[in-house]
Each structure stands twice: as C-alpha cells, then as structure tokens.
C-alpha cells in the first residue's frame, strides 16, 4: 500500500497508481510505502531555456558528476600523502 501525501491524502494499492495520480496533482506531494518515501512535483519532464515548467533554474549537470567520487577520492589520498 501506498500514501501520497498532499491537499488530499489517498491510498494507493502499488507505487505506479500512486506516481500517476501525484502527476495529475501539480503540486509537491510525499510517496510513503514498504519502507519506503519520496518527494517531489511529479510530472515534470521538460526543461526550457534552463527553467522547469514551474519557473525553478534547472542547474543538475550529469557530465559533472560522472567519476566526481573517485575524483575526489583521488584529490583526498593525494593530500594525505603530501
């Protein structure tokens, strides 16, 4: 079972019935289920001129974040030995 959490809290019988109604919301909502929570505004899938759909600068970068752990794992090893 899972709870969407918002305006108007509703049970949902798997995650997939849940997400679906928590995009019709337009609004921030909780996913509580099985040990389980996430939050969010569900729904929102595009991305123009740098804004979401709601007027929020997206600024998530996937190219820096790929190998930044062993990077900076790298950096921390290096200062340990100087």
């Not at 019935?17 to 996430?38: Q, R, S």
């Not at 929102?44 to 930044?68: E, F, M």
């Amino acid at each position: 079972m899972f709870l969407v959490l918002c305006k108007e809290d509703r049970e949902f019988a798997n995650l997939d019935l849940a997400m679906a109604y928590a995009k019709t919301l337009d609004e921030f909502v909780t996913i509580k289920g099985n040990g389980f929570e996430v939050v969010g505004r569900f729904g929102v899938d595009s991305i123009r001129n740098g804004l979401c759909p709601d007027g929020v600068k997206y600024d998530w970068n996937k190219a820096s974040r790929i190998g930044a752990p062993k990077r900076n794992e790298r950096v921390i090893k290096n200062e340990k030995d100087n």
